[in-house]
């Protein structure tokens, strides 16, 4: 199994299911896609954003609410084998993407791994077993939150760095080796975590340290 990030924006998930599982789901994919979840009952859970319909699918409804919601994904995660199967079926027929919360260890081509995610925007980083383990991948998306504190600045921070560097016309080699000794200096990560107001200038004076001069700045 190949990790790989996708965009859901303007896309839509259905998610088969509203348990505590199907609640997680959706609230997951309302990050970005429209979701729509169908059950006959909802859990008092957290769904996001997602569109609610009370309704209970049987197998032979699968392919209608596939072609009536268009969706990219559809999650199948009910308590009824038979059911999962017939939306997974209904979603590769309509060339979907699948997931099943049901399963567990192998999974056909097609299926796809909803991983732990640890964000700090724009820095996204995702664990995931295979299905084989959630909690080892809880444990592992909770220990790395801790480390990934201050990603997302330090992201903006090297993006606003290279543009600069380029627009100062300093050779390509020079600007990796400038934002390369960024990303590794502990005072930067020190300034960007404490939330202190230091940490673009504690960047240039590493910066300049590498380029030589203090020109390149704007």
Do not use: C
């Not at 919601?69 to 209904?90: C, I, Y």
């Not at 600069?164 to 990303?183: I, M, Q």
């Amino acid at each position: 199994m190949i990790p790989l990030f996708h965009d859901f924006d303007g896309e839509t998930v259905l998610v088969v299911g509203g348990g505590r599982v199907g609640a997680r789901k959706a609230r997951t994919f309302a990050r970005e896609a429209d979701v729509v979840a169908v059950s006959p009952e909802f859990v008092d859970a957290d769904f996001g954003d997602a569109e609610r319909v009370r309704a209970a699918p049987e197998p032979d409804d699968a392919d209608d609410w596939v072609a009536r919601t268009e969706p990219a994904l559809v999650v199948a995660a009910t308590d009824d084998g038979d059911v999962n199967d017939a939306f997974a079926a209904a979603a590769r027929e309509a060339g979907a993407l699948v997931n099943r919360a049901d399963e567990a260890g192998g999974r056909d081509a097609d299926s796809v791994v909803v991983p732990a995610t640890v964000r700090d925007d724009p820095v996204t980083v995702a664990v995931a077993t295979g299905g084989a383990s959630p909690a080892l991948s809880k444990y592992l998306r909770e220990r790395l939150e801790g480390e990934l504190a201050g990603a997302g600045g330090m992201a903006e921070l090297t993006a606003t760095l290279r543009e600069e560097l380029k627009a100062a016309g300093v050779p390509p080699e020079t600007r990796r080796d400038a934002v390369r000794a960024v990303v590794r200096s502990g005072p930067v990560w020190k300034a960007l975590r404490t939330g202190g107001t230091n940490a673009r200038q504690t960047a240039d004076d590493v910066v300049t340290g590498v380029v030589g001069n203090s020109e390149w700045s704007t």
